[in-house]
């Protein structure tokens, strides 16, 4: 219970912080489709010198696209997730303020008449604790998501380095240089959304 | 426990201080509430921080159930006053509650969802309270910019908000008893949290025609009989305002 509210009071400056990490994540999500489209631009310039290579450039292409639509999800959430926490700080101290009140007022002749609100305090609190629970399941869902597609994009980076080798040598060291990028981008989003779970299990 | 005395006891209403509570947290400032009891009404003026509630709330069932209290009134807006408005607001979702116009925008961030807010008009207003009827009398920049004081002319009690305020000890006595000394404990109050000479003047001048048994500020002592006059006299001659320094 103690640790909970500890957790509360400061989650909502890390769920708003983690919204404001993820714009970086955003940018580099562009860069990854911007990449893709210098990839898939070579491929159809190559033709059958990197015909392996079509496959890659349409995997990055949509991993581009889930990795921006799982950003704006996550940012989105973390918002949501920020005021959720709020709320359920507020609903927390409005419950124990009457819960107080209830005990000062044991005695009075009056007293029973606070019972409803403070019971509807109780189940505010109650309901805003389950809320902040399910956004912080749901956040930690998204996460996990984004971090096993980075994971997806390190297998592809490693089978495009071969391929790359492979390509006739006026295309390598283009392609390469896509590889190289695809592979900084996915590291650069990996490491920020695992700061971004950390900062939340805080 | 919070301190709660009888100022007022007829056919029709009951007044009631609540105050000086023993377990109010240090750094912040001691207040009076007040509640007016009528035969099926009660109001709440001035019902204070956020940090009373719970203490307030608990006093206040000691002498009405908690659907009774329809009314609250908001002298001005401060954190003192009124910041306890958001779990009043859950507390008594269908009431009313009196403060000046000038401040509802600044007032509902404190929270005010389910209870009406009736913007007071810069004249004041009376109001009935079953056979019991308040006037909410204008005292604006005393020291709030929109400020009312509340007039009850059947028991001859004024509820004057900040003005009358003195920064007393704890557990000092609830009506001045010597106002010579008292007023020293109110002379800064008074010179530093009021600006103007022209409003002071206004406020003294319209309560000088009101018949007034008690005067009953939001902080330190209540005045009673004769003191009242002293009081009106020595604030009708104190410079206010201090806080810039004439250069
Ligand atoms: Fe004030
Ligand atoms: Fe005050």
């Given at each position: ?14 769920a708003?912080?983690v919204a404001?990490e993820l714009?970086v994540v955003l940018?580099e999500a562009?860069?990854i489709s ?25 995997f990055m292409v949509e991993l581009a696209n889930d990795t921006i639509w799982l950003v704006k999800e996550i940012n989105r959430e973390a918002l949501v997730l ?52 399910r956004h912080m399941r749901k956040l930690f869902e998204l996460l996990d998501e984004i971090e096993s597609r980075m994971l997806a994009a390190n297998v592809v ?28 981008a996915a590291n650069r989003i990996k490491h920020i959304a695992s700061k971004c779970r950390r900062s939340l299990e805080? | ?247």
């Amino acid at each position: 219970m103690h640790s909970n509210r500890k957790n509360s009071a400061h989650f909502f400056i890390n769920a708003a912080t983690v919204a404001a990490e993820l714009s970086v994540v955003l940018t580099e999500a562009k860069n990854i489709s911007l990449e893709a489209m210098n990839a898939k631009a070579l491929v159809a310039r190559a033709g059958d010198n990197v015909r392996t290579f079509k496959p890659i450039t349409d995997f990055m292409v949509e991993l581009a696209n889930d990795t921006i639509w799982l950003v704006k999800e996550i940012n989105r959430e973390a918002l949501v997730l920020s005021r959720t926490s709020l709320a359920e700080l507020h609903s927390s101290d409005a419950h124990n303020r009457f819960k107080r009140a209830q005990q000062k007022a044991s005695l009075a002749p009056y007293g029973d008449t606070i019972d409803t609100i403070a019971a509807e305090a109780s189940n505010t609190h109650h309901q805003q604790a389950m809320q902040l629970r399910r956004h912080m399941r749901k956040l930690f869902e998204l996460l996990d998501e984004i971090e096993s597609r980075m994971l997806a994009a390190n297998v592809v980076t490693a089978t495009s380095r071969l391929e790359a080798a492979t390509a006739a040598d006026s295309y390598q060291a283009s392609l390469e240089g896509i590889v190289i990028k695809l592979e900084k981008a996915a590291n650069r989003i990996k490491h920020i959304a695992s700061k971004c779970r950390r900062s939340l299990e805080r | 426990m919070m301190k709660v005395v009888k100022l007022h006891e007829s056919r029709s209403h009951e007044w009631l201080v609540f105050g000086r509570d023993e377990e109010r947290p240090s750094k912040i400032i001691d207040t009076n509430q007040y509640m007016i009891k009528t035969t099926n009404h009660a109001i709440m003026l001035d019902p204070g921080g956020i940090e009373l509630f719970s203490a307030m709330l608990a006093a206040v069932v000691h002498h009405v159930p908690i659907n009774q209290i329809t009314h609250l009134f908001a002298s001005h807006q401060d954190p003192d006053i009124i910041s306890s408005l958001g779990l009043w607001d859950k507390t008594l979702p269908h009431a009313e509650l009196y403060a000046p116009w000038l401040w509802e925008g600044f007032l509902r961030h404190f929270g005010c969802n389910s209870i009406r807010y009736n913007p007071l008009p810069d004249e004041g207003k009376s109001i009935r309270l079953d056979e019991v009827e308040l006037q909410f009398i204008p005292a604006h920049y005393m020291h709030s910019s929109g400020n009312f004081s509340v007039y009850d002319p059947q028991a001859k009690i004024l509820m004057s908000g900040d003005i009358g305020a003195a920064l007393l000890p704890d557990n000092a006595p609830l009506f001045v008893e010597d106002f010579d000394a008292h007023v020293d404990k109110m002379r800064l109050f008074h010179q530093r949290w009021m600006p103007s000479n022209r409003a002071k003047k206004d406020w003294v001048r319209r309560v000088r025609q009101l018949e007034i048994e008690y005067l009953a500020p939001q902080h330190g002592a209540i005045f009673k009989g004769r003191d009242v006059q002293r009081f009106l006299d020595w604030l009708d001659e104190l410079e206010v305002g201090t806080g810039v320094s004439a250069r």
